[in-house]
């Protein structure tokens, strides 16, 4: 007898006798591809309406699994790239049993290479990187000192408005008729002052003197050595990666290698298409959008996809309310397999 429990977005299908299997399927991992509903054997998963949850306009599954229905096989588990649904046997993972074929993706980081920069952080859809680094301290880069002489300060502000770091404060006073005076003093920041010399040179009443014993724009200052005086690291949380390319495809020094899942291209119906925006929301590398014309002469695609950023996983399609949008896989990466009826059931996912 099979048991089917729902708690907190997550499904879970039990069945215990000579072997125990516990199939898990979690709502906050899935994108709504619909890989799985496509290789099941059984056709007991149905989708959900995947365009109005992802617009946020219902709060949903992206799908369902009938217990009655569903034999425990594991295709969906072998076959979800993003690893939202796992099938246990005996309380191992399928993905770890050498005799089921498994989908292939991975990410790669060089920490030799990668400066740090941060830019993978900023531009992954998932929020699946970080990037730590410890400067050196200010002070080894920038070293003087800055004194105003308030017998020769007017409080005039020149200097303050002149200044690039904005490093001086005009310090209001609270005026009244004993204490006139609309400013009580004036104060440097020695913490973001930069010793530039801007303001010395800006001062009408030569009040200001500085002195720089190590500037930015001077020869003498050695530039910070990457892994020496700048420290750090660059972490890729392989469970939250769909490995849609943005990061490898924006590192400066290459630092970072993807292999996706399949192969293949998208192809969208402008005709078709009625800018709807589900297959924008939903998609899990932020590979598609809505161009914007530089002018409004320019005609540009109502819709428009990025292949160097798309995993070809097929969620766009299955939220497409007008079938404007295919995804042709011309080749799955995965592991070999011997069972006939696995080869045809993954063979179901390529194009025709």
């Given amino acids: 007898?099979?048991?089917?429990?729902?708690?907190?977005?997550?499904?879970?299908?039990?069945?215990?006798?000579?072997?125990?299997?516990?199939?898990?399927?979690?709502?906050h991992i899935c994108v709504g591809c619909g890989i799985c509903h496509d290789i099941c054997p059984t056709k007991a998963i149905t989708m959900g309406p995947l365009g109005a949850i992802a617009k946020g306009d219902i709060?949903?599954?992206?799908?369902?699994?009938?217990?009655?229905?569903?034999?425990?096989?594991?295709?969906?588990?072998?076959?979800c790239p993003f690893n939202a649904i796992d099938l246990k046997i005996n309380d191992k993972s399928i993905k770890e049993l050498p005799q089921y074929p498994k989908i292939l993706r991975n990410i790669t980081l060089s920490q030799e290479t990668c400066?740090?920069?941060?830019?993978?952080?900023?531009?992954?859809?998932?929020?699946?990187?970080?990037?730590?680094?410890?400067?050196?301290?200010?002070?080894?880069?920038?070293?003087?000192?800055?004194?105003?002489?308030?017998?020769?300060?007017?409080?005039?502000?020149?200097?303050?408005?002149?200044?690039?770091?904005?490093?001086?404060?005009?310090?209001?006073?609270?005026?009244?008729?004993l204490s006139p005076k609309p400013i009580k003093d004036i104060v440097v920041d020695t913490d973001a002052c930069v010793f530039c010399k801007v303001c010395e040179k800006a001062c009408p009443?030569?009040?200001?003197?500085?002195?720089?014993?190590?500037?930015?724009?001077?020869?003498?200052?050695?530039?910070?050595?990457l892994y020496t005086d700048i420290k750090g690291k660059t972490t890729i949380d392989k469970d939250l990666c769909v490995t849609c390319g943005w990061c490898e495809n924006i590192c400066p020094v290459n630092a970072i290698k993807v292999e996706k899942p399949f192969e293949g291209e998208l192809i969208i119906d402008e005709k078709a298409c009625n800018a709807c925006g589900a297959c924008v929301a939903i998609c899990p590398c932020n590979a598609l959008t809505f161009?914007?014309?530089?002018?409004?002469?320019?005609?540009?695609?109502?819709?428009?996809?990025?292949?160097?950023?798309?995993?070809?996983?097929g969620a766009c399609a299955k939220s497409c309310p007008v079938s404007a949008i295919t995804v042709k896989r011309t080749k799955i990466n995965m592991t070999e397999t011997k069972a006939t009826a696995w080869k045809k059931a993954f063979e179901k996912l390529l194009a025709k």
């Fill in 205 to 225: 009443h030569d009040a200001i003197e500085v002195i720089c014993y190590k500037c930015p724009l001077a020869k003498r200052i050695e530039k910070p050595k």
């Fill in 59 to 79: 709060d949903a599954p992206k799908l369902d699994i009938d217990g009655n229905v569903c034999v425990l096989c594991g295709m969906c588990a072998c076959a």
């Fill in 1 to 27: 007898m099979q048991i089917k429990e729902e708690y907190n977005g997550t499904i879970t299908i039990s069945r215990e006798g000579v072997e125990k299997r516990v199939l898990t399927w979690s709502d």
């Fill in 291 to 313: 161009p914007k014309p530089a002018d409004k002469a320019q005609k540009v695609p109502r819709l428009a996809v990025n292949q160097d950023l798309c995993v070809l996983c």
């Fill in 115 to 177: 400066v740090l920069c941060g830019q993978c952080e900023i531009v992954c859809p998932q929020g699946a990187i970080e990037v730590e680094r410890e400067l050196p301290p200010r002070k080894n880069l920038v070293l003087g000192e800055i004194s105003i002489n308030k017998d020769k300060c007017v409080l005039c502000g020149i200097c303050a408005e002149y200044c690039p770091a904005d490093a001086i404060d005009l310090i209001p006073n609270d005026m009244n008729s």
